[in-house]
């Protein structure tokens, strides 16, 4: 292995590889500087941070002239005392928590190489301990309790590892897809494609599979160069791997249709899943389809043995969006400690575009503890502020469902058009509460897939949380002045 | 197929374009018994749960509208009017599940009559219902199953907006396209790809601007590589697409009240003689394309819709 970050040299400028400017003005000087992904805080970039010996000083918002006079000052190999410096193990192959906003909140495992470690580092990776060699029956037992993490996972919310027994004894297995079409699949891709690609190697293992394809957007070339780069330095896997992409299109991500754009096919609608266990398949060929996010944890599951932890983003209302992981566990309303809400707090939509509105954060991150709470489990909590109407968010959401969705089932692309027209009638008085109702139900329990199955999500949950202030519009009136013109004044 | 292909000469298949996904299997493996509101059906091996279904009397209609179930066409489970509870696998399209032995099926729980009934209520919503002066007044899958179910007043009305009517398609001499009348059962497009293995219709657009338009690109009958087989017009369960002769068949014997005026707008013939052969082949616009910028504008302004409310 050549030289790796942590152990290998006593001092480290870290910068990140996403801001060119920052990265050469440190360049310039005699330091070790090393390029690194996002951390998740966008509020913090670009972050450089400066390590000497289990100490770390950090420079948010770092202009280059800065990262320059950062870069020349510690040839002395002292830090600067005056920067932000946390305390860590001198061989921490992890972001280490820090007083700084969010990157103080709950626990950095599965984004702990993001910021840290160089992207497409083998040594680094090595480093944290990775490239674990174990046995397929040690993979099997440390997924036991992983759960599919997000819309894009074939077992969503479900068992990962039932599919993997069965496809073990299966003779021949085509690939294991990772879908990192979500956001956060792209930032794990980008700042820590070893994570994940550790984590498909593992399931490739298991099932014998022959290939790992990474799915990925079309919008998000960062990731698509990163894993190619990640995928050659990748020491002896035990599969190849093939960076394919797909169109950026929300629909893009469901999984059906990610092994339908795999494939080739010009355009992209869902596959039918029959009831049961059967698997997904790829050119005919049973296959596996796990989010990045899924495949991440369980590289850390089987390293560490550390409990699951859950991948919250915050975004909305806030003055920048933010993306934190937390225990399952943990509340998330601890997440908004690591964003700036800009007009108070209202609602939150949470778990995905289709996710569930509530006004109250208090609940697990854990996703039985979001079902009950008939809120999203994909990880998202959008922050709508006080003076948002939830009307109007929520029509113009189910608008977005009735226009992107794949056309295929009648519940989907005609229920979301005929939900989009009943909330549209409330605004001419005619609130229909049970007939939305009856429609989310039929949406839900009739879709081919999932993106029917949450379309009637927000309005369903609009109106049990939101029930008066929907009401109050069918009246004429607005709460928050959103949605009507300014009344005439009559004398 | 593929045992036959050669090095050299690729597929029949690789230019065919549905723009349909690749379903897996939906038939049982073996014979399996299972019992539909009561009643113990045996089925045969490659059979669903509609197989089954069709062969009791059961407690309440399932329309299972798009189904066709012969000739290897579909099931495509677009219309979800087969809805029915189970006890292993709860609600399930009757269409495209697999026959399971010892599976308990219920057709009138309530969940599964609210389901049937709502989607053939949404199927309504998006159909030109002026059987008056439709060809496939009489005949028509649509209408009978509409009756079959007592529908009387469809929840979310029908599609009544003249305005956004898409001109009807009589450019062909032979087969007369109407979209307003378009149930997207698919139907047609197997018939044209899998059965006659012409490659002319496909299914294109998302969500509400969903259509079956042609492979080629073309916008009219006329223009496409259709063979006029008639296949297609055969298979269609509405008046969507019906020979040109009949299809003011059924309208009602009034002055001026015709098929095409209840539409208004009509693609007709360029009346140039195409001759003898079609329009060669090998045009059809296979590979995905980028996403345009519409695509994209509609994708990425989730919170910005035009003309919300």
């Known amino acids: ?491 | 197929m593929s045992s036959q292909h050669t090095q050299d000469v690729p597929p029949l298949t690789e230019t065919i374009a549905p723009g349909t996904a690749t379903d897996p299997d939906v038939t049982s493996t073996e014979t399996e018994t299972i019992t539909v509101d009561g009643t113990e059906v045996t089925v045969a091996a490659g059979s669903t749960l509609l197989d089954a279904v069709e062969a009791v009397d059961t407690d309440d209609q399932v329309a299972a509208l798009c189904h066709y179930g012969r000739e290897d066409i579909g099931p495509r489970s677009t219309c979800r009017t087969c809805m029915v509870d189970t006890d292993a696998h709860g609600l399930v399209p009757a269409c495209s599940t697999p026959a399971e032995d010892g599976l308990v099926v219920d057709t009138d729980t309530e969940t599964a009559t609210e389901a049937r009934d709502v989607n053939l209520d949404l199927v309504l919503s998006n159909h030109n219902l002026r059987c008056t002066t439709c060809g496939k007044n009489g005949r028509c899958e649509l209408q009978d199953a509409a009756i079959d179910n007592g529908v009387e007043e469809p929840r979310y009305g029908v599609f009544d907006d003249r305005g956004a009517y898409e001109p009807i398609d009589d450019s062909s001499s032979f087969i007369q396209i109407d979209r307003n009348k378009c149930i997207l059962c698919n139907r047609c497009v197997e018939a044209c790809n899998d059965v006659q293995v012409e490659g002319v219709l496909r299914v294109e657009g998302t969500g509400a601007d969903t259509r079956i338009g042609f492979q080629s690109g073309v916008e009219t009958m006329e223009e496409s590589t259709c063979v006029s087989c008639g296949h297609c017009a055969t298979v269609c369960p509405t008046g969507s697409l019906v020979e040109t002769d009949i299809a003011d068949a059924a309208t009602i014997q009034l002055p001026g009240f015709t098929q095409k005026n209840s539409i208004g707008k009509t693609y007709e013939s360029s009346t140039t003689s195409k001759g003898p052969m079609t329009p060669k082949k090998g045009e059809e616009r296979t590979e995905r394309e980028q996403s345009t910028e519409t695509e994209r504008a509609r994708e990425s302004t989730v919170d910005e819709r035009e003309g919300w409310p």
């Open chain 1, 1 to 491: 292995m050549p030289p790796n970050n942590i152990t290998d040299h006593r001092v480290v400028v870290r910068v990140p590889s996403d801001s060119d400017d920052v990265r050469t003005a440190a360049s310039e000087g005699d330091a070790n500087v090393v390029a690194v992904g996002r951390t998740g805080i966008p509020d913090l970039e670009p972050l450089v941070t400066v390590t000497i010996e289990g100490r770390t000083a950090l420079y948010p918002n770092c202009p280059p002239d800065q990262a320059a006079d950062i870069a020349t000052d510690i040839t002395d190999g002292t830090l600067d005392e005056g920067a932000a410096v946390i305390e860590h193990d001198p061989d921490a192959a992890s972001f280490p928590a820090a007083a700084v906003r969010g990157l103080d909140l709950g626990t950095r495992r599965v984004l702990g190489g993001c910021g840290w470690r160089r992207p497409a580092s083998a040594a680094d990776h090595e480093a944290e301990g990775g490239f674990v060699d174990v046995s397929p029956n040690d993979v099997l037992d440390a997924a036991e309790t992983l759960r599919g993490r997000g819309w894009g996972d074939w077992r969503h919310d479900d068992r990962v590892a039932d599919d993997w027994r069965r496809l073990r004894d299966d003779e021949h297995t085509a690939a294991v897809v990772v879908n990192a079409h979500a956001a956060v699949d792209g930032l794990l891709l980008e700042s820590a494609p070893l994570e994940v690609l550790e984590g498909a190697q593992l399931a490739a293992q298991v099932v014998g599979a022959e290939k790992v394809v990474v799915y990925v957007s079309e919008d998000d070339e960062r990731a698509v160069t990163r894993t190619r780069k990640a995928a050659d330095a990748y020491p002896d896997p035990v599969a190849p791997v093939d960076v394919v992409t797909g169109p950026s299109a929300y629909r893009a991500a469901e999984p059906t249709m990610v092994l339908e754009a795999i494939e080739g096919n010009h355009r992209l609608e869902a596959r039918l899943r029959p009831p049961g266990s059967s698997a997904p398949t790829l050119h005919e060929t049973p296959a596996l389809v796990h989010t990045a996010r899924t495949l991440a944890q369980l590289a850390v599951a089987v390293r560490t043995g550390t409990p699951p932890t859950r991948l919250v983003t915050v975004s909305g209302d806030v003055e920048s969006p933010a993306t934190v992981e937390l225990p399952e566990s943990d509340r998330l309303a601890d997440a908004l400690a690591a964003v700036t809400l800009v007009d108070g707090f209202k609602a939150a939509c949470v778990g995905g575009r289709f996710g569930g509105l509530t006004p109250s954060l208090d609940v697990a991150a854990d996703p039985d503890a979001l079902a009950d709470a008939d809120l999203g489990t994909e990880g998202t909590v959008e922050v709508l502020g006080e003076t948002r109407c939830v009307l109007e968010f929520v029509g113009k959401r189910t608008q977005f469902a009735a226009e992107t969705n794949c056309g295929r089932c009648v519940p989907c692309r005609e229920g979301s058009t005929q939900l989009t027209e009943l909330l549209r009638d409330v605004y001419d008085g005619d609130y229909d509460a049970e007939g939305i109702e009856e429609l989310t139900r039929v949406m839900d329990a009739s879709s081919v897939c999932e993106f029917g199955v949450v379309a009637g999500r927000p309005a369903r949950t609009t109106l049990d949380a939101f029930d008066a202030e929907v009401a109050a519009h069918a009246d004429g009136r607005c709460p928050t002045g959103t949605c009507f013109d300014a009344p005439e004044v009559t004398h």
